[in-house]
């Protein structure tokens, strides 16, 4: 009985390490895979999010600009794969992934509902000071759907 718990906790904390080692610094967790990504931000705590947040912004800023130029240009490389991706789904594969999206998009709005005016005014300040990335997003859509019918 005491060897199979041993086992268990061995193999627990041994799938738990290569995500903490792996995700010491910003470019370790950007080569995370979306699950592993959200495990280990969920495995912290507030603040520790939050002091991990800030440790990241820093390395970020600390970038040289060749350095921040590589980082957007393997991002636009990832973009496109994923794009590449989207365009090799079949209809049916792409509903599923829209209703998983939704998903997603209803449990933000339920977490969003469920603060209080504060944490809202919170969050809403923090959004303005770090930049709506909602905003981005539709920027860069408009900006393909204008090249896409420029063609």
């Known amino acids: 009985m005491k060897l199979s718990i041993t086992v268990k906790l061995a193999t627990v904390v041994a799938l738990l390490m290569p995500i903490g080692v792996a995700a ?3 470019s370790d967790f950007q080569q995370l895979s979306p ?5 280990y931000i969920k495995a912290m705590s ?4 939050e002091a ?6 820093a390395e970020r800023d600390a970038m040289s600009d060749d350095e921040r130029q590589a980082m957007r240009d393997r991002h636009k490389a ?5 794009r590449a991706q989207w365009d090799a789904m079949s209809d049916e594969e792409r509903t599923a992934k829209r209703e998983q999206m939704r998903g997603r998009r209803d449990e933000m709005r ?3 509902d469920a603060m209080s005016p504060e944490e809202r005014d919170a969050f809403k300040q923090n959004r303005r000071e770090h930049g709506d990335r909602g905003q981005r997003h539709e920027n860069r859509d408009r900006q393909q759907r204008d090249s896409s019918e420029q063609l």
């Open 24 to 26: 010491q610094s910003l």
């Open 35 to 39: 699950e592993d990504r959200q495990a």
């Open 46 to 49: 507030p603040e520790e999010r």
């Open 52 to 57: 991990k947040r800030s440790e990241w912004r």
């Open 78 to 82: 990832e973009r496109s794969d994923r």
């Open 110 to 112: 339920k977490r969003f």
